[in-house]
């Protein structure tokens, strides 16, 4: 409840870092909620999830995804046909609409962590940057658990916290 609060300020802080210009106000509104990922041993392919919401008032383009705990990170795309779960990256970059969001959840859009450098373990954060449309790069933590965070709690948390 207070894990993505912490990930939506840090996404404010690294999106207001450069000098105020009308490029900013673009991304102002994103935040990124529920953002986590699984355990996983070094050298394999983690996976991440998250749900990225544009409160602001234009489309807002996820273009990829960096992070210094694994070799390449990729956006993929689950998808079930006969009966067979595939995946296919996502070159084109994820547009989440204004005063929309796009969860990023298993057999879904997901991140794919190519080739982890180190082990993941429960409770450990996992630091990626998020590059958007106009160069914008933002900072989150995908937290390592075993199930995904409670959506409700997690919305409710950051839409309310003055109660
Ligand atoms: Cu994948």
Same mark, same amino acid.
């Given at each position: 409840m207070i894990r993505p609060l912490a990930i939506a300020f840090a996404l404010t802080a690294a999106l207001s870092a450069p000098a105020a210009q009308a490029a900013d106000a673009k991304l102002a509104g994103v935040t990124v909620r529920q953002a986590w990922s699984r355990p996983a041993q070094?050298? $394999? =392919?983690? %996976?991440?999830? $998250?749900? /990225? +919401? =544009?409160?602001?008032?234009?489309p807002v383009t /996820?273009?990829? +995804? #960096?992070?210094?705990?694994? &070799? %390449? +990170? #990729?956006?993929?795309?689950?998808? $079930?046909? &006969?009966? %067979?779960m595939s995946m296919r990256r996502v070159d084109d970059g994820v547009v989440v609409p204004p &005063? &929309? #969001? %796009?969860?990023?959840?298993?057999g879904g859009l997901h991140l794919m962590l190519l080739n982890l450098k180190?082990?993941?373990t429960v409770g450990q954060k996992v630091p990626m940057t998020l590059i958007f449309d106009n160069g914008r790069r933002a900072a989150v933590a995908l937290e390592v658990r075993l199930a995904p965070p409670q959506a409700a709690q997690a919305s409710s948390a950051a839409g309310h916290r003055h109660h």
């Open positions: 070094a050298g $394999m =392919n983690g %996976v991440g999830f $998250m749900t /990225l +919401v =544009n409160g602001g008032k234009t /996820l273009k990829g +995804v #960096e992070s210094p705990a694994a &070799g %390449v +990170v #990729e956006i993929h795309q689950s998808s $079930m046909a &006969g009966g %067979v &005063g &929309g #969001e %796009v969860a990023f959840a298993p180190a082990a993941q």
